[in-house]
């Protein structure tokens, strides 16, 4: 149907982000019927698998548009139990508690310690996750710290569930999540709604 819309995402963003916006834009557009799937692999377009793919990582991905979303600030993120047990206040003190690994992050440990302390991120992480979700979620189980996306954790935080271990300023900032189409689908009615209430949410974040 012409009034369809295929939106591919990844899950985290899919989950944290997107769903708990998408009542705003089915209000706005009541006509279009929008299919929404997620996972990690990238939509091949060239099957017809999406009209829009939200993507996260390196924007080096050819013969599509791709339009950058939001700046991210990525931060250490713990429990309010966790901080006040571990007495939290200095970065030194992360060598001292577990810290919860991101495998798909586009900022490592590696990346944080190496512009916020002079010691090196450890080689043993307490718990290893595929997905930000897992590892804001474990976090706030009180496992450890996560790296993560104050963004995406937006809910979290504001919960109270989650804060920041340490000032805004010691966050990596970074533009990874990405509106990623093929130029044909620019003349799509219902694609250029969607970029253009997406492009408005993220605005706001």
């Not at 995402?9 to 299919?35: E, G, K, M, V």
């Not at 010691?119 to 790296?147: I, N």
């Not at 935080?157 to 689908?185: C, G, M, S, T, W």
Request: net charge positive.
């Amino acid at each position: 149907m012409s009034n369809s819309l295929y939106v591919h995402s990844t899950p985290s963003f899919a989950s944290l982000w997107l769903l708990p916006r998408l009542h705003a834009f089915a209000q706005a557009n009541p006509d279009i019927s929008l299919n929404l799937s997620a996972a990690h692999t990238h939509s091949d377009f060239a099957l017809g698998q999406a009209d829009i793919d939200i993507r996260y990582g390196v924007p080096q991905w050819p013969h599509v548009v791709i339009e950058p979303l939001f700046e991210e600030r990525i931060v250490p993120l713990a429990s309010p139990a966790f901080i006040r047990q571990h007495r939290l206040k200095r970065v030194e003190q992360l060598s001292a508690v577990k810290l919860i690994q991101s495998n798909v992050s586009v900022v490592q440990w590696s990346d944080w310690f190496g512009q916020f302390s002079d010691k090196r991120a450890p080689d043993w992480f307490a718990v290893r996750f595929d997905r930000a979700q897992m590892s804001l979620d474990a976090a706030t189980q009180g496992l450890g710290v996560a790296l993560e996306s104050t963004t995406i954790a937006a809910r979290h935080i504001a919960e109270r569930k989650l804060k920041p271990v340490f000032d805004l300023d010691q966050a990596v900032k970074v533009k990874a999540h990405f509106a990623v189409y093929p130029p044909r689908h620019a003349k799509r009615p219902s694609v250029n709604a969607f970029l253009e209430w997406i492009h408005g949410e993220a605005a706001k974040s």
